[in-house]
């Protein structure tokens, strides 16, 4: 997840939500501290199973993501980067 943020945190209009995640993942871990929970959409952060129900994204935005995911360069900077 960090990988992805430090790459986000760059991108303009990402960036406002990379400091908003932030800032409210910092306030639930201040309060909640090891009891508390941050979900991390897959379609941001990566991965292949999403357990909540019901799902966080509609398969027509995934779909639009994945598009647009496909344009470069995320396909070369996916070849590029670790992980």
């Known amino acids: 997840p960090d990988r992805v943020r430090d790459f986000a945190r760059n991108i ?3 960036s406002g ?3 908003g995640k932030e ?9 909640f ?3 508390g929970c941050v ?4 379609f941001i952060y990566g991965g292949t199973e999403f357990g909540l129900t019901p799902p966080r994204v509609t ?14 360069p995320f ?3 996916s070849q590029i980067l670790p992980g």
């Open 75 to 77: 396909p070369t900077l």
């Open 39 to 42: 979900i991390r959409p897959t």
């Open 33 to 35: 501290g090891d009891d």
């Open 17 to 19: 939500y990379v400091a």
């Open 59 to 72: 398969s027509s935005v995934g779909n639009v993501v994945k598009m647009a995911l496909s344009l470069e």
């Open 12 to 14: 303009g209009p990402l």
């Open 23 to 31: 800032s409210s993942e910092q306030i639930l871990e201040d309060i």
